[in-house]
């Protein structure tokens, strides 16, 4: 050991505790419990996840390329995280020099400050917003409400989840879990000059929030937006969008202020080709979205004037500092692998205490605000799978989602103390540490048929094992484990017959 | 070939049937079958609950007992441990293991096979001779299926199996909930993934649910043995191992 004590490399910091939407107040266990009693949203969230997924699957099924496309994706997004800081400098110099502003935001406190005081700056106390997680995950909109600045959320779902007072529950279709007619009620409390004859015919409630909605896109002036992507070569932010009215805010206002994730960045123009490809076939099952806008810096007498692009870190850097954890940054927010996963499924998002849910929710929420504590919530998500594998094979930009739910519940059991789980673990690894020891333990295992009595099966067993018996039985024991077997005269007359009747 | 048989540690204690029928059925097939009396277990559940220093003694166990340079091959009848030798041992072993451990690791992982993948794939062959007059439906599990990429090999031993009924499941390739320690944790949750995929195998009308793990099967098993189902499950190799002359015992 040297004298000289260089000091261990700092950890970067975590998304902070009390502001943002990155942590849930129960655990996932508990708050699955809430939502799998809840038989409407189940038949919700299972038709709509199985429609998406037949349509993913035929629109990915008619790609030649597809695999190469998802190396492709995988490829850019590794090169970007391996030179991340590169490539957000770049992207700032070319912001800049087209017009616009660029602030850095460490965290959620510093990000929604930034936002506030350039929407003061404009003296407007409205703002028109296209879907952006980034602002979710930040708890934008009620850091605005609490300054006196109301914002309006433009996206269809958006907008049914934020006048229903709720929480989105999906990355792509937030307001999943509700059906149509809840969607009219939520229409008639809460919408001023709404025809109180308004039934649930999903074409009569699009225009019932198109009118609310034009309204805001011709008076407000300053819009907050997300972004899909943000090109470094060119400055190039881009949204893609299913409905126009992210296009509406991304132009008609005078101020634009976009929030972005820094790992949100691409290299080139021409790397579009491929997650443009890749990203509405795998979110919405289409061959192309509806709405794709670009824009770069400002445009004298076209568009917003005055344009800010707030780079948002709030635990990513923590993340790309974790050499396996890090490939969560690769995802492009598609929600494919919620559509597939069986979790999800029953669940919902809401259970999963995030903006991110489901299985990339799982791995990317605990590691941008950590899962330290004993309580945590966070703590509980990488164990929130059966780790099928489903997410990895719907993953465009292949994330090997089980790999890393595996390693973030290693990173979790080191961290925790020592408990009754890691005692039964400790005590299985001896067990089966070696073949004598394992056969005492075999030997112990065998008086499961005492416990199973004459039934032959077991019904009942005391916690944590009640979750399993509290809907499975267990079969008791065989009288004869495979190796006794295997050394029996029975079992080698049985091998020597079975080669006989082979010779034959 | 000499072919060295993980029983793995549930099939070892609970569920002999099927390492007792991947044994008789290679055997039938003209291979030697040996079996390394010190093996226990692959590590898997201590691997997934987070658990990896913990798994490090399982997994030089296996290493040390299969790297006999005499196997031509190593099988068991499960998708999963297959799995978390090919993908996990590895990971152990670099983390906590010595080098000379790792090259162990390395050389073993490349010679275990999940039982459809040896036979399709390592011996060539699709019919096994078998012989089974019964309804069956086949549960394709999860490791199997996407860890292991076994595609429909076990169908296309299915299929060769003379006298059988084989009847697609609905939802097939679905997760039963299982996942270890996950039925455990998040036993709701688990069970509401069982109680689908047990209303799909109903609906088949099987007599017996057919799967490569007998982890899913003893969960899809224990679910239907409580709701008092005739349907029974069988590991594949039983199905495979059964001619004419023998009587089915699951």
């Not at chain 1, 930034?114 to 995950?137: P, Y």
Request: proline residues 6%; glycine residues 8%.
């Amino acid at each position: 050991m040297s004298g000289v004590s260089l000091g261990l490399p700092a950890v970067p910091p975590r998304a902070p505790e009390g502001v943002g939407f990155l942590r849930g107040t129960e655990k996932f266990p508990a708050a699955a419990r809430h939502e799998l009693a809840n038989a409407q949203l189940r038949r919700n969230i299972g038709k709509a996840t199985h429609t998406i997924r037949a349509k993913r699957l035929h629109v990915t099924g008619e790609l030649p390329d597809w695999e190469d496309l998802r190396d492709a994706g995988a490829a850019i997004k590794t090169d970007v995280m391996s030179r991340l800081p590169e490539l957000l400098e770049q992207l700032e110099a070319a912001v800049v020099a087209r017009g616009g502003t660029v602030h850095w935001a460490a965290d959620a406190n510093e990000a929604n400050a930034i936002v506030t005081d350039l929407v003061r700056a404009t003296g407007s106390d409205e703002v028109i917003k296209v879907k952006s997680m980034a602002t979710q995950e930040i708890e934008l909109n009620e850091h605005l409400e609490a300054n006196g600045i109301h914002a309006y959320e433009t996206d269809l779902a958006e907008l049914i989840v934020q006048l229903g007072h709720d929480k989105p529950s999906h990355i792509l279709v937030p307001a999943i879990h509700r059906n149509r007619s809840e969607i009219r009620e939520i229409f008639l409390r809460e919408m001023a000059d709404v025809d109180p004859d308004l039934d649930d015919n999903p074409k009569h409630l699009a225009a019932a929030a198109r009118k609310f909605l034009r309204h805001k896109f011709m008076t407000v002036p300053v819009a907050i937006s997300g972004a899909n992507f943000g090109v470094a070569e060119t400055g190039t932010l881009g949204v893609v969008e299913s409905e126009g009215n992210g296009r509406m805010c991304l132009t008609m206002p005078q101020t634009l202020i976009t929030v972005m994730g820094i790992e949100k960045v691409i290299p080139t123009y021409r790397d579009l080709e491929v997650f443009l490809q890749l990203l509405p076939r795998s979110s919405t099952g289409e061959r192309m979205n509806p709405y794709t806008s670009m824009w770069t810096g400002v445009t004298p007498g076209d568009g917003p004037q005055d344009f800010h692009l707030v780079l948002l870190d709030n635990g990513r850097t923590a993340a790309l500092a974790d050499g396996v954890g890090r490939q969560a940054l690769n995802c492009i927010r598609c929600s494919a692998c919620l559509n597939v996963c069986p979790v999800y499924e029953r669940t919902g998002g809401h259970a999963y205490g995030s903006t991110y849910p489901g299985p990339i929710g799982a791995v990317l929420t605990p590691q941008l605000a950590g899962m330290d504590g004993k309580d945590d919530p966070n703590s509980t998500l990488p164990f929130a799978s059966s780790l099928c594998g489903a997410c990895y094979d719907a993953c465009p930009v292949k994330i090997d989602i089980p790999s890393l739910l595996v390693e973030l519940r290693h990173q979790k059991v080191q961290k925790s103390g020592f408990g009754a789980e890691a005692a039964a673990m400790k005590a299985a690894s001896v067990a089966m540490s070696s073949a004598k020891l394992f056969t005492l333990a075999q030997k112990a295992a065998g008086l499961g048929r005492v416990v199973a009595g004459k039934k032959g099966k077991i019904s009942k067993l005391p916690p944590p094992l009640s979750g399993w018996t509290d809907a499975r039985d267990i079969p008791a024991p065989p009288a004869q484990t495979f190796r006794q077997w295997w050394d029996s005269t029975e079992g080698r007359a049985a091998i020597a017959a079975a080669r006989k009747d082979g010779d034959r | 070939m000499r072919i060295a048989m993980f029983a793995t540690c549930l099939g070892d204690t609970m569920f002999p049937d099927a390492p007792r029928a991947t044994a008789l059925l290679l055997t039938r097939l003209g291979h030697e079958v040996v079996f390394p009396p010190g093996q226990t277990c692959c590590g898997q559940m201590h691997v997934n609950t987070g658990y990896q220093p913990d798994a490090l003694p399982l997994v030089e166990n296996y290493a040390e007992n299969f790297g006999d340079g005499s196997i031509d091959a190593i099988v068991a009848p499960s998708g999963s441990c297959v799995g978390s030798v090919r993908h996990q041992h590895e990971i152990v072993a670099d983390r906590y293991g010595t080098p000379a451990l790792c090259g162990r690791v390395e050389t073993v992982k490349a010679k275990t096979y999940e039982l459809s993948e040896l036979l399709v794939d390592v011996l060539g062959v699709t019919d096994v001779g078998a012989n089974f007059p019964h309804r069956v439906t086949y549960h394709p599990t999860c490791h199997s299926l996407r860890m292991l990429g076994v595609g429909d090999k076990p169908l296309q031993l299915l299929r060769a199996v003379r006298d059988i009924d084989l009847v697609e499941l609905p939802a097939a390739d679905a997760c039963c909930g299982f996942g270890g320690t996950f039925a455990i944790k998040n036993a709701e949750t688990s069970t509401a993934m069982l109680a689908d995929k047990i209303r799909n195998v109903a609906d088949t009308g099987a007599e017996f649910c057919c799967a490569s793990d007998s982890s899913c099967l003893m969960h899809i098993g224990g679910g239907m043995s409580r709701l008092q189902m005739g349907t029974r499950t069988i590991h594949l190799a039983e199905i495979l191992a059964a001619t004419e002359s023998m009587e089915v015992t699951a």
